[in-house]
């Protein structure tokens, strides 16, 4: 089964929701339970680094991520609901992690 990476954002309209611990331990329980968990984080400071003259900033609206495993983007999407991003009006960004060599 593919893995995905949500990529959560730091653009909730209710961010003491999106903070919430009680939410967030429901959440990753659901994905658990869903046996769809695969890993995750919060983001903290850090750098861009750019070889040449000029190196953007690091973008700052991802607050964090979650890798999970699903069939396809649609049973990722679905795993959606229940995200306190998601839930507090943030955006989550859905990423397939393909298969490289």
Do not use: C
């Not at 929701?17 to 429901?26: G, I, R, S, T, V």
């Amino acid at each position: 089964m593919p893995d995905f990476v949500l990529l959560m954002h730091d653009d909730a309209t209710d961010q003491r929701a999106a903070d919430d611990p009680a939410l967030w331990n429901a959440y990753v329980m659901h994905l658990i339970e869903a046996d769809a968990l695969e890993g995750g984080s919060a983001f903290g400071g850090g750098i861009t680094l750019r070889k040449g003259d000029r190196t953007p900033a690091p973008v700052s609206r991802i607050a964090g991520f979650m890798r999970i495993e699903a069939a396809d983007l649609a049973a990722a999407r679905a795993l959606i609901p229940g995200n306190p991003v998601y839930e507090a009006g943030g955006t989550v960004e859905i990423r397939e992690l393909p298969v490289t060599d």
